[in-house]
Nanobody, 123 residues
Framework: QVQLVESGGGSVQAGGSLRISCAGS????????MGWFRQAPGKEREFVAL????????RYADSVKGRFTISRDNAKNTVDLQMNSLKPEDTAVYTC????????????????WGQGTQVTVSS
């Protein structure tokens, strides 16, 4: 019902910025909580940021607060993650996810997932 496709990943130097996007399809996209998660090699998937369906409420992991900003445009069915002051430890595959039932940072509760986009930050 909801399909998600990420784009905008790439390689940047520490301190740089990158903006990644998630394009959604399906009628329920505009009513879903959208989250960004990331997974580094050998590590568990972790929560990065979320935004509720209206865009009024956002939440961030402590590790990215003040550096990352999540936003959405329901008219275009997109959600973006602006990443500033990037650090090598931000290197991971970033994946967007959607959930129509809850407002949560727990990845196991999200229903729909994109394929992920690689973000690499060099020192």
């Amino acid at each position: 019902q909801v399909q998600l496709v990420e784009s905008g990943g790439g390689s940047v130097q520490a301190g740089g910025s990158l903006r990644i996007s998630c394009a959604g399809s399906g009628r329920t996209f505009s009513t879903a909580t959208m989250g960004w998660f990331r997974q580094a090699p050998g590590k568990e998937r972790e929560f990065v940021a979320l935004i509720n369906w209206t865009g009024r409420f956002t939440r961030y992991a402590d590790s990215v607060k003040g550096r990352f900003t999540i936003s959405r445009d329901n008219a275009k069915n997109t959600v973006d993650l602006q990443m500033n002051s990037l650090k090598p430890e931000d290197t991971a595959v970033y994946t967007c996810a959607a959930d129509v039932h809850t407002l949560t940072s727990s990845p196991e509760l999200y229903e729909y997932w994109g394929q992920g986009t690689q973000v690499t930050v060099s020192s």
